[in-house]
């Protein structure tokens, strides 16, 4: 690493990369080898030693006390007191020392914000100052876009380049090659464990991906055209509130057909989750109709739903879509446990399970050690296979799939997006939520944007990224709306949270 | 005992630790052949010697066997402690130290050898009565606590800690006994009434909790200690009322339970061992069955395991809660019913359940919530309890020693790290030995 350098880490998951940042950072003890700083080999001990030695690290999954301030958070750790043995806090000298740092690198946070009121781009600036105050000259930012809307990415790529202008150097951890392009001036490539090469960023995509995952890799969808059907999924006027009694979906229409993706676009809390969740049975419907195939199905259990022929990816895998502690062959029937060949009655048939447990791995290409492991210990993508090929193995009429490849690697991508595919074209409605702009665009055949708990806009797969991007904004092409626009697109600083909250 | 740096201490081994995390709830079979599958990659050693080297590696076995060691250490320390006597000879142990040493023996090792004959064996019986003597009463202890063990592990299984077994269990006692003195049925059914009322009695008194934590979310902790509390005062206040209390006595004892209501013993008088024995082994069999190769178990280990997949895969988390905490509730039921069917008591009094819900707890633990490991961490207490009524009578040490003991097993168990410090077993296995406590909370 050179100072004033970003220096960008690149790898499928379970490559190693974070591993080795922890190795970094003090967490994990080095096997072997060692780590140079200026040239003089350096032993760490714990997260301490690294800050001492001036490395900072921003987590994939924030650091912070939610019901905390932000001047207390960055306090926390390092606490400054005074009046000798009584020892109170010296909140107003931390309060200066964040306001300074937040300014000096253009940070914009506000120290007396609370952080569960802040959106995550902001409480990622947070976790950045938190380590900036503790005068680190390296910082190691593990994912950092992975949880940002495209808008906060943005940002952030802007604050790394401050960062690098005023001489710190960073390590950008990611699996997204047009970031990495856009900001890093070296990129490190890492699979298995192993550097397999370093790239400039004038190196193409396609290079990259093929360094990733060693092998050619297609990052476009190849499909046919869509021969649309009769519609299967059939949503009007619906509306549905979140957790906090806010309402969440407000008024949505949308039809899937037969033979066609449906992709919903959107941020990250427009109400996409809600929807589908509602459509599940997992969340009431306060209002509106939800059919299929011609039947009303609000009202209905989950259970009844899965078994009218709808198969669900849920969007976070680790917490709604698998049991970890369970094994490979039971979460491939996680939703069928009960149905023969798999139970009888009350009873369950291990060998039944076991035995479509060895074809769904052989079918959908799922590298585990045994169908007996527990799926907790596979990697991302390989987890996400478990559930998509739980989901796919029966017959379908209607398939969802939420953010069916965040945080699955490249190769995993392309074979989840051919069974996406393939799913449509033997005639299966498909509703694919995804953040991901591009996954969007590749898969679906139509394009409906949600914002704020409506769909604002249903476009065709050849409009313009930018039209997208700004329908996700809340920005219809016929009304320029800068009142909106400036509340939600791009991540709110500290004190104009709030109102787009309430 | 030093105290060496603990590399298996559980912060430092954040790897271990995720391990841990998956293997806790009785996923060990699965993580089994991982783990073993590592040293057959080097030259393959002899079966002997691996089996030494699996021996003394720091497996569940090995740790609860060590616990065990650990804890009758500390207790013969509490034994010359509690001694005034034997505490007298240390005043002088400077001057001649064999005093203090042979007297600490003498009564320590008397203590253990009574502990031992009283539960097992014990090698100066001249009949058959008295050899079978020390097993007989070791399994009369054990049969309840099988029950309640298996109340608080499927619950726990469930994701639910049901503390409320001591309540279950009451509520059991007492339709057990209603049923046996009130209800004139013929021999054989009215047995299997009142071992069935029984199993109600617990099986309300858990669908209380169960039913309130599926529908207002309220913690099944809370429900279920208070419960026992009204189920405790509820026993109290019933047993004086007209009808139930013995009319020839003022003190509060119920009416005796009917001969035809009460469980077959399993040899002659005065060997006290009767059939709940037998149930216990049938129940243990049957809540294996249930959770590991019953749709209900699957249902309810995804539940426990991860409430939100389990919604989100169809299965209804709110009705899994109820039947797991009625399952447990009946449970203890039956244990409780045992303490008035069995040979224990024949009547209801204030304390005829003794303490079985909450030693059910710790019978739970260890046997690290699986079915067959709680009935022989039952049998290991029921011994324990056996052979503390010979210690006391034989060698006078007071019976709360063998609580202390339990509890002082328990706790090494719970803290595997430090049992793995104290004799430096091999790490190997770390992650098999994470408490099965920690979770639940």
Redesign the interface.
């Known amino acids: 690493m050179e100072p004033g350098e970003i220096h960008a880490l690149l790898g499928e998951n379970g490559a190693g990369k974070s591993t080795l940042m922890n190795v970094l950072y003090g ?2 003890q080095p096997d072997e080898g060692e780590i140079l700083v200026d040239g003089k080999p350096l032993k760490l001990r714990g997260p301490s030693d690294a800050i001492a030695a001036g490395i900072g690290m921003v987590h994939q999954h924030f650091m912070l006390v939610p019901v905390f301030t932000v001047t207390e958070n960055v306090m926390l750790g390092a606490e400054q007191v005074r009046g000798g043995i009584a020892g109170f806090l010296d909140r107003r000298r931390a309060r200066r020392e964040v306001a300074e740092v937040s300014q000096r690198y253009n940070l914009r946070v506000d120290p007396d914000a609370v952080i569960e009121d802040l959106p995550v781009g902001v409480q990622q600036r947070v976790e950045i100052v938190k380590a900036l105050t503790r005068d680190v000259d390296l910082l190691i930012l593990d994912e950092p876009t992975a949880v940002l809307t495209p808008q906060e990415t943005e940002e952030l790529l802007t604050v790394m380049r401050s960062l690098k202008a005023a001489g710190k150097s960073i390590v950008f951890i990611t699996h997204k090659l047009g970031e990495v392009k856009a900001i890093a001036d070296r990129i490190t490539v890492i699979r298995r464990g192993k550097t397999v090469g370093t790239a400039s960023p004038e190196a193409s995509r396609d290079e990259l991906a093929a360094l990733m995952v060693g092998r050619t890799v297609r990052l476009t969808v190849d499909k046919a055209p869509a021969t649309p059907g009769e519609p299967v999924l059939e949503v009007s006027g619906l509306v549905v509130d979140d957790e906090r009694q806010c309402r969440a979906v407000d008024g949505v229409d949308l039809t899937v057909r037969a033979g066609e993706v449906l992709g919903i676009a959107g941020v990250q809390g427009n109400g996409q989750t809600e929807l589908i969740e509602a459509i ?1 049975g ?1 969340r009431p419907v306060l209002a509106g109709t939800i059919t299929l195939e011609g039947r009303s199905i609000d009202g209905w ?7 009218a022929g709808v198969g ?1 990816v ?1 969007e976070d895998r680790s ?9 490979v062959a ?1 979460n491939l029937v ?2 069928i ?2 149905r023969p060949p798999f ?1 009888r ?4 048939r ?1 060998d039944a399970i076991t035995k479509s447990a060895a074809e769904r791995i052989e079918q959908f290409d799922v590298r585990t ?2 169908a ?3 799926v ?2 596979l990697s991302g993508g390989n987890q996400q296979k478990v559930i998509v090929a739980r989901e796919l193995s029966r017959p379908l009429k209607l398939f969802i799939a939420a953010q069916p490849t965040r945080g699955v690697d490249v190769g995993s991508i392309e074979f989840i997006h051919s069974q996406v595919v393939h799913e449509r074209d033997i005639g299966t409605a498909v509703l694919v939520v995804s953040s991901e702009l591009d996954e969007v665009i590749g898969l679906a055949d139509r394009i409906a944007v949600m914002y704020r708990g409506r769909i604002i806009g249903i476009v065709g797969p050849d409009t313009p990224r930018e039209e997208i991007g700004l329908l996700m904004a809340g920005i219809t092409p016929d009304r320029d709306a800068p009142a909106t626009s400036d509340g939600e697109a791009p991540a709110p600083e500290g004190p104009g949270s709030e109102d787009e909250k309430a | 005992m030093t105290t060496h740096p603990q590399p298996g201490s559980p912060d430092k081994e954040p790897a271990s630790e995720e391990q841990a995390a998956r293997t806790a709830l009785g996923n060990t079979e699965r993580a089994e052949p991982a783990s073993t599958a590592t040293p057959t990659q080097e030259r393959r050693p002899t079966l002997g010697r691996l089996f030494l080297e699996n021996l003394w590696a720091a497996n569940t076995f090995t740790v609860t066997l060590l616990s065990l060691v650990l804890a009758m250490v500390v207790g013969a320390v509490l034994m010359i402690i509690s001694d005034p006597k034997v505490l007298a000879t240390y005043a002088y142990f400077t001057a001649r130290p064999t005093d203090a040493l042979d007297a600490s023996w003498a009564l320590v090792s008397k203590a253990y050898a009574n502990l031992f004959k009283g539960s097992v064996f014990d090698p100066g019986a001249t009949t058959l009565t008295a050899a079978l003597s020390p097993i007989s009463e070791t399994l009369t202890y054990t049969a309840p606590l099988v029950f309640t063990g298996l109340s608080v592990a499927l619950a726990f299984r469930g994701g639910l800690f049901n503390i409320g077994a001591q309540g279950q269990a009451i509520m059991g006692v007492i339709l057990a006994a209603l049923v046996g003195f009130l209800l004139p049925l013929p021999p054989g059914l009215h047995l299997l009434v009142a071992v069935l009322a029984g199993a109600v009695g617990g099986a309300v008194w858990g669908f209380i909790p169960g039913i309130l934590k599926a529908r207002t979310g309220a913690h099944e902790v809370i429900n279920t200690i208070m419960l026992n509390y009204i189920a405790v005062y509820f026993l109290t206040w019933l047993i004086v009322q007209n009808g139930v209390q013995d009319p020839r006595r003022t003190d509060a004892i119920s009416r005796r339970v009917d001969a035809s209501a009460q469980l077959p013993r399993l040899f002659d008088d005065p060997l006290r061992a009767h059939a709940g024995i037998i149930l216990a082994v049938l129940a243990t069999w049957a809540v294996a069955w249930l959770l590991n190769r019953s749709t209900l178990g699957f249902e309810l280990r995804a539940v426990g395991a991860n409430p939100d997949a389990a919604r989100t895969a169809g299965i209804s988390v709110t009705r899994t809660y109820v039947l797991i905490m009625v399952f447990a509730g009946a449970l203890a039921g039956l244990g409780g019913s045992q303490m008035v069917l069995g040979t224990t008591a024949a009547a209801l009094t204030p304390l005829v359940v003794a303490q079985i819900g909450f030693d059910g707890i710790l019978v739970a633990l260890l046997g690290r919530v699986k079915p067959w490991g709680v009935a022989m961490a039952a049998l290991l207490f029921g011994a324990l309890q056996a052979g503390g009524n010979r210690m006391q009578s034989y060698a006078s040490i007071s019976l709360e020693l063998v609580t202390v003991l339990q509890a002082l097993i328990v706790i090494f168990i719970a803290a595997p790290a430090l049992v793995k410090a104290i004799f430096q077993l091999r790490a190997a296995r770390a992650a098999r030995l994470q408490t099965s406590l920690a979770k639940g909370w």
């Open positions: 967490l994990y599940m997992l259990s989950t259970k009844k739903v899965l078994r669900y849920p917490v709604d879509g698998l049991v970890k502690e369970f094994s039971e996680l939703d446990y009960d139970g009655g009350l009873s369950l291990p050690s045994s007996q492991a527990p907790g210990t």
